[in-house]
């Protein structure tokens, strides 16, 4: 069983930078990848980025490419999306979700979602 809690979600200023963390419980974390996911105001959950078990491997959306990035320190349980140059489009709840495997990412489990809202 994992349990994720996600933070860091604010208002900000389109430009502006915030860094998301997912912290999660459990002894087999390290084990999982984990993605983010966030959903826009009327619109669809989709798919954000992703990251495996190592570190190694990482794939993000092609709106947030360049923009964000995802990282993983397993000695903390805590995954973290760093994202910048933020815009009015990137407003949505951001969900933690993590995966038995990297390809294809299957969320298993969902955090309660963090909000993000980009001022213009």
């Known amino acids: 069983q994992v349990q994720l809690v996600e933070s860091g979600g604010a208002l900000v200023q389109a430009g502006g930078s915030l860094r998301l963390s997912c912290a999660a419980s459990g002894r087999t974390f390290s084990t999982y990848a984990v993605g983010w996911f966030r959903q826009a105001p009327g619109k669809e959950r989709e798919f954000t980025a992703a990251?495996?078990?190592?570190?190694?491997?990482?794939d993000y959306t092609d709106s947030v490419k360049g923009r964000v990035t995802i990282s993983r320190d397993n000695a903390k349980n805590t995954v973290y999306l760093q994202m910048g140059s933020l815009k009015p489009e990137d407003t949505a709840v951001y969900y933690c979700?993590?995966?038995?495997?990297?390809?294809?990412?299957?969320?298993?489990?969902w955090g309660q979602g963090t909000q993000v809202t980009v001022s213009s």
């Open positions: 979700t993590a995966s038995i495997k990297y390809y294809p990412f299957t969320p298993s489990y």
């Open positions: 990251i495996d078990w190592s570190g190694s491997n990482t």
